[in-house]
């Protein structure tokens, strides 16, 4: 299982792709997000795709911040059986800094013990403020230890 020391991976060219659609689908004025998907070895986990939150549920963004539908989630899964991958993270914007509202600790996208929740500040204004994103593993029961920001590689950045 997830550990603080596995950490996930993904491709320069997958993360700016990410950071742009965050920054399309914020528009700057509102928070945006995705559930990153991939496969996990024992020692990382690859992010190989995303499942964005307004592709799944047409009002995710509408009131400002993040919100899913319950049902949203089953599209989720359909993606995953489809695919063969799984969901290994979530991320989300924030229009300031990236910690973690009171709401994002009680409320996890997935509530499993060792999911990933990435919070890229300044609604993902950046694709090169690495040392501003947050990167918080869940623990379960809505206790979440803080990760050191993602580190970047020759092929990717470390999560
Ligand atoms: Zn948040």
Redesign the pocket.
């Known amino acids: 299982m997830a550990s603080p020391d596995n950490r996930l991976r993904i491709s320069w060219y997958k993360w700016w792709r990410l950071m742009r659609q965050l920054r399309l689908r914020g528009a700057g004025i509102r928070?945006s997000g995705a559930f990153l998907l991939g496969s996990r070895t024992v020692t990382c986990g690859w992010v190989t795709d995303f499942v964005f939150y307004d592709d799944i549920d047409p009002y995710a963004l509408a009131q400002g911040?993040?919100h899913l539908a319950g049902a949203a989630l089953n599209r989720v899964w359909d993606r995953c059986s489809a695919t063969g991958l799984e969901v290994i993270a979530d991320v989300?914007t924030?229009p300031g800094s990236s910690g973690?509202?009171l709401?994002?600790q009680n409320h996890p996208m997935i509530a499993i013990r060792g999911h990933t929740a990435l919070?890229v500040p300044n609604f993902a204004s950046s694709v090169l403020n690495l040392r501003g994103i947050g990167i918080y593993r869940h623990l379960g029961a809505r206790k979440w230890i803080s990760l050191p920001s993602p580190r970047a590689g020759l092929r990717g950045l470390k999560l």
């Open positions: 928070e911040h993040v989300h924030h973690q509202s709401s994002d919070i």
